[in-house]
């Protein structure tokens, strides 16, 4: 099953995630989860894996068996958070780069036709910090996927588990942006709409959710 793109699909066959305690996250799990979220040709194509342990041993793993099949691989970035592969094929030309990233799932890891994925509460957290932190209009797809589930506030609140200063203010601004980006009508709407919720309460009246 091709989900990801053919090279990416690749990519993941190679690293085999599930032996590394290794899930995917993005638009990828959103889909897998049966949510229309951004297909790869709309955005950058790039590979994302989540895990609960120290990046340690996961990054080693991966490298070692990109190397095994093949692959040309690069450390692009590593922090106790965030590591940065790029993987390469010397026959095709093509390149990929794959994210490993700690994260604080509050659910357990799923498979999903043989992939292990976060749940859809986790994908959709982590979607919406990419929207706060991000916005460009993949991550906006990636959460109007999830739209007709939950509420303005519920999406907020799953947003915030995963990033300390999230802000329903900025959020509002990368909401605002989608006016002038190539999304279909239905999902601007959707987002200009949002945004104006928010800026609609009043934090001096006890709205704690500004």
């Keep these: ?67 095994r099949a093949g692959f040309d691989v690069a450390v692009e970035e590593i922090s106790a958070r965030a590591t940065r592969l790029t993987a390469h094929d010397p026959v095709t030309e093509q390149t990929c780069a ?47 996927s999830v739209r007709a589930l939950y509420s303005y506030r519920e999406l907020e609140t799953m947003g915030r588990a995963h990033l300390d200063d999230f802000a329903a203010e900025e959020l509002a601004d990368r909401l605002d942006a989608a006016e002038m980006m190539p999304l279909p009508r239905e999902i601007r709407a959707w987002a200009l709409a949002w945004a104006e919720d928010i800026r609609l309460r009043r934090p001096e009246e006890g709205d704690t959710d500004w």
Excluded: C, Q, Y
Excluded at 119 to 138: K, N, Q
């Design 98 to 144: 794959v994210d490993l990233l700690r994260e604080d799932l509050a659910e357990p890891v799923e498979e999903i036709d043989g992939t292990p994925v976060v749940s859809l509460l986790d994908a959709t957290g982590l979607a919406m910090r990419d929207l706060h932190e991000r916005g460009t209009a993949e991550d906006v797809v990636n959460v109007a």
């Design 1 to 67: 099953m091709t989900f990801l793109g053919v090279f990416p699909d690749r990519i993941l066959a190679a690293i085999r995630p599930a032996r590394l305690d290794l899930a995917l996250i993005g638009g990828p799990a959103l889909r897998l989860h049966g949510m229309r979220a951004a297909h790869p040709d709309a955005g950058t194509g790039e590979l994302r894996l989540a895990t609960t342990v120290k990046l340690v041993e996961p990054a080693w793993h991966a490298t070692e068996s990109l190397h």
